[in-house]
């Protein structure tokens, strides 16, 4: 099967889903599956997505498994307890054919659902990519590591692996991971999947997603509120660790007029995830410079469709002004030889209220309620 451990899935889930377990344990959302390769259709394997997911909702942490998360100090006690007796059920889930393409529908308690996205995109791209036996991944790393090489960026570049979800397959993430580590192991610092983190013994990488802002324009206190409420319960349920704060929920402006000097000084740097990386990276220098923090002291991680090129520039650009980080995934996982497949799974309801995702790309935008989305940016201020 190609799910076979609770494990195999990003960091942030479980960080997130302690976040909820002690914030929002009540709240009810709604997810969807959103195929923007639409040229793609899904639908011939739907059984056999089905099937896998039949499977991933049999599957439990195992005490090893457990033993290993007590291993990160981040997460508490009562929440591993929790996690002993947690089991993903399948009533939450619907996996359909659509009119267009395949459909997927996630429904239920926020904390019992918010650990699908990842292994459901999992199983969804490697079921697909099973027709593409043949691949030059191999071939391909290679040459990554030959860049990296050749660049001679000294130790200060580092990046990890953020590929999981639309990955060719689980053993190429893998095998890539193993020669990786063998041939640049001062430069590849760690993976956001849990799994490998444990098996090779490097450091799980991630803290929130967008979904985290999203839910609280429903559970905060005020709409125009709702990411500080957001990174506020954040600080307060990691007290320091776990501080690379998401700035694109709402834009990088808004996230700004928000990132006040408080949660400046509270949270170790912040991470970009859509629009210009080169802009966003010295709209936040100069708001910390402004605040006249010292970026030397803080980190910009770079995440969003990121290739080891563009990651060496980035570095290049402002390595000398600050720390940097890069999480590089589908460009790992899926630089194969064929065109990966561009699949989400976005939240658009909690507590039966749409929420939205407006981003620094339009193209990444997420929100099934127009007159809700016109809100929003009235609200925020935002002309776009």
């Known amino acids: 099967m190609i799910i076979d451990s609770l494990l195999d899935t990003d960091l942030y889930k479980l960080t997130m889903m302690q976040a909820v377990l002690h914030n929002a344990p009540a709240a009810n959302v709604e997810y969807r599956f959103l195929n923007r390769t639409s040229e793609v259709d899904l639908r011939p394997y739907l059984d056999e997505i089905n099937h896998e997911i039949d499977h991933l909702c049999e599957l439990r942490f195992t005490k090893k498994e457990l033993n290993y998360l007590q291993t990160l100090r981040f997460f508490k006690s009562e929440y591993l307890e929790f996690l002993r007796i947690f089991q993903l059920n399948r009533d939450f889930i619907k996996v359909t054919a659509g009119a267009e393409n395949l459909e997927i529908a996630i429904k239920g308690p926020w904390l019992h659902t918010i650990m699908f996205e990842i292994p459901v995109l999992a199983i969804v791209s490697e079921i697909y990519f099973r027709n593409f036996n043949k ?4 071939e391909r790393l290679q040459e990554k590591i030959q860049i990296i090489k050749s660049a001679r960026l000294g130790n200060r570049f580092h990046f990890a692996d953020f590929g999981t979800r639309r990955r060719f397959s689980r053993a190429w993430q893998g095998e890539l991971l193993q020669l990786l580590l063998a041939e640049i192991p001062q430069h590849i610092t760690g993976t956001s999947n849990l799994y490998y983190a444990n098996k090779f013994d490097i450091k799980p990488m991630g803290t929130m997603a967008h979904e985290y802002f999203q839910a609280y324009q429903a559970l905060g206190p005020r709409l125009v509120d709702s990411q500080k409420a957001a990174l506020e319960s954040w600080a307060n349920e990691y007290r320091g660790d776990l501080g690379i704060a998401l700035s694109d929920t709402y834009g990088i402006e808004v996230f700004l007029r928000d990132f006040d000097l408080y949660f400046c000084k509270l949270f170790d740097g912040v991470r970009h995830d859509s629009g210009d990386p080169f802009v966003w990276g010295e709209k936040v220098l100069e708001h910390y410079s402004k605040m006249r923090i010292d970026a030397h002291t803080k980190t910009l991680a770079f995440s969003d469709a990121l290739t080891i090129n563009l990651a060496i520039k980035l570095f290049e650009h402002f390595n000398d002004r600050t720390n940097i980080g890069f999480g590089i995934g589908t460009n790992l996982t899926n630089d194969v030889g064929y065109s990966p497949l561009n699949i989400v799974i976005k939240m ?19 929100c099934d309620d127009p007159s809700y989305l016109t809100y929003l940016k009235h609200v925020f201020k935002i002309s776009v």
């Open 348 to 366: 658009v309801r909690c507590n039966d209220q749409a929420v939205a995702k407006i981003s620094d790309e339009p193209r990444k935008a997420i």
């Open 135 to 138: 691949h030059v991944g191999r």
